[in-house]
T-cell receptor, first 109, second 111 residues
């Protein structure tokens, strides 16, 4: 199976940097995705890692370490609109995504 | 623009009623999914379909049914056998760069 863990809730201040971790136990996977979901809305794609290392996309970066079994999403220069849930998901070719439980981030002024 | 249309956005069901949630896509993706999300919880897979006229149960299929008669459409029926149907329902397709593409969701409430 593919057990995925994420912290349930996090709080950070506007303008700060926050790191949201995603740990997993699995025998293998092809890629790891991060999605953002505002309350009552659909998840939207943020980032995708196939190889170990950092993928940077503006204020958002995602890191993957297969040997250590974890990924993180880094959000810089936090804005109030970043208050949302963040979901990580594992992907294998030809199989369904496996989603983590999500982390609810609250950005305070 | 290509996308996924879910309707209605809000749905109210009386006890003992069956209700059907619509999901239509024009992304030309083969795989379609239905997820349920409860407050503060992650996504749980109800049903999925890889091709037309074929679908598979997910982790929580009891009390739900689906059909896939056309590539573009994957409706979900919440039957009276589903004892706790109040939740946010998301339809998704898989394909392209972004992995999953999600519809805007239907919030179902039992009254």
């Amino acid at each position: 199976g593919q057990n995925i863990d994420q912290p349930t809730e996090m709080t950070a201040t506007e303008g700060a940097i926050v790191q949201i971790n995603c740990t997993y136990q699995t025998s293998g996977f092809n890629g790891l995705f991060w999605y953002q979901q505002h309350a009552g809305e659909a998840p939207t794609f943020l980032s995708y890692n196939v190889l170990d290392g950092l993928e940077e996309k503006g204020r958002f970066s995602s890191f993957l370490s297969r040997s250590k079994g974890y990924s993180y999403l880094l959000l810089k220069e936090l804005q109030m609109k970043d208050s949302a849930s963040y979901l990580c998901a594992l992907y294998n070719y030809g199989q369904n995504f496996v989603f983590g439980p999500g982390t609810r981030l609250s950005v305070l002024p | 623009d290509g996308g996924i249309t879910q309707s209605p956005k809000y749905l109210f069901r009386k006890e003992g009623q069956n209700v059907t949630l619509s999901c239509e896509q024009n992304l030309n993706h083969d795989a379609m999914y239905w997820y349920r999300q409860d407050p503060g919880q992650g996504l749980r897979l109800i049903y999925y379909s890889q091709i037309v006229n074929d679908f598979q149960k997910g982790d929580i299929a009891e009390g739900y049914s689906v059909s896939r008669e056309k590539k573009e459409s994957f409706p979900l029926t919440v039957t009276s056998a589903q004892k706790n149907p109040t939740a946010f329902y998301l339809c998704a397709t898989r394909g392209g760069t972004y992995g999953y593409t999600f519809g805007s969701g239907t919030r179902l409430t039992v009254v």
